[in-house]
């Protein structure tokens, strides 16, 4: 059995590809590398099977209909045969130095009595024309040098959270907590972090600056055109969010206020994009989605209002509008997630 499978969803990532499946080679016979060539009509599919000729005991090159990113990463899940089970998008990459020390500590505890079902490293916000590159590090919310479990967890503030860049799961875990993403879908990466949270028990934190997170393609999922255009799909993950997870049946306090906290930032993007598209349509799909939270959930739906960011976001009016743009450039300086 491989230590480590890393999926990488690809579609019409020929330009781009190579950097990211080279960065993972160094991960040597310890990994497996799915390179998931989601229905691509440029050089995709011929380049994942030369790295598949090249280099047989690590890469597997899987070909398969279009069927969006989840499709992709379902497929990753379904093929793994790695202890662990990693995502690396193909525009992404990993510093090496993190990677060896990555596998060397997931080897030692593979080899120990407990168990650990998820793994978080940092990652880097590599936007393209920023002098300085934000890192997302958990060095005082988490123990370090140990396994540990919800209740070591320290206050995770707002603006703090464990994205799919982040987590290494055990991939037994995955097929245990009944993960399956929807197809033909975009912003599917919050459900991959989201949904198996419940079944986490044990996590082991290493403060390195793993995963390179690149922004800066005009066609990027998280470009803010691209994300209003697609407002439809991130109101689906909104709502699968909220009907895959009851959150007040987790009985841990401590992440059942994360995972609150982690469904109000996606409410909030899925508002705050129908309202920065100033369409009436859009609108219309922000009055929905609210009104979808409260029939579905009453005591949810009080929570999200309650909350800092769910007031800002429903200011009535053409001023409140203006006030939660504003609220939303100062959280976009801060994240830098677009």
């Not at 044990?202 to 999922?221: A, H």
Request: aromatic fraction near 12%; charged fraction near 25%; glycine fraction near 6%.
């Amino acid at each position: 059995m491989k230590l480590l499978t890393i999926t990488i969803p690809c579609y019409n990532s020929q330009d781009y590809m190579e950097n990211c499946i080279n960065s993972l080679l160094i991960g040597g016979e310890d990994v497996e590398i799915l390179i998931v060539d989601d229905g691509s009509k440029d050089a995709t599919s011929e380049i994942a099977d030369s790295y598949a000729k090249r280099f047989p005991t690590i890469v597997r090159a899987i070909h398969q209909e279009n069927g969006g990113h989840g499709a992709a990463v379902n497929a990753g899940i379904a093929n793994a045969t790695g202890l662990y089970f990693k995502v690396v998008d193909s525009d992404d990459w990993v510093d090496e130095d993190a990677y060896k020390q990555i596998l060397a500590k997931l080897s030692e505890i593979a080899g120990g009595k407990q168990t650990l079902d998820m793994f978080i490293s940092n990652f880097v916000y590599e936007k393209q024309g920023a002098k300085h590159k934000k890192v997302m590090r958990y060095t005082w919310e988490f123990p370090q040098g140990e396994i540990f479990t919800w209740n070591d967890v320290r206050h995770m503030k707002k603006g703090k959270y464990i994205l799919m860049h982040s987590v290494i799961y055990r991939t037994k875990l995955l097929h245990e907590c009944g993960l399956e993403l929807p197809r033909h879908t975009f912003y599917v990466d919050n459900l991959f972090v989201y949904k198996p949270l419940p079944y986490v028990k044990t996590m082991y934190y290493l403060d390195v600056d793993f995963y390179r997170y690149f922004i800066g393609r005009e066609d990027q999922s998280v470009n803010e055109k691209v994300m209003i255009g697609r407002i439809d799909q991130q109101i689906k993950v909104n709502k699968i969010m909220v009907e895959d997870v009851d959150l007040w049946k987790i009985n841990n306090r401590k992440l059942r206020k994360y995972m609150f906290n982690y469904l109000e930032i996606i409410t909030v993007v899925s508002t705050i994009m129908c309202i920065r598209s100033g369409t009436d349509e859009n609108l219309e799909k922000k009055r929905e989605l609210w009104k979808y939270l409260k029939e579905k959930d009453i005591r949810l739906f009080h929570r999200l209002r309650r909350g800092i960011m769910g007031q800002t976001m429903n200011l009535p009016g053409k001023g409140g509008r203006k006030i939660s743009v504003a609220a939303y450039k100062i959280s976009q300086k801060v994240v830098g997630f677009n």
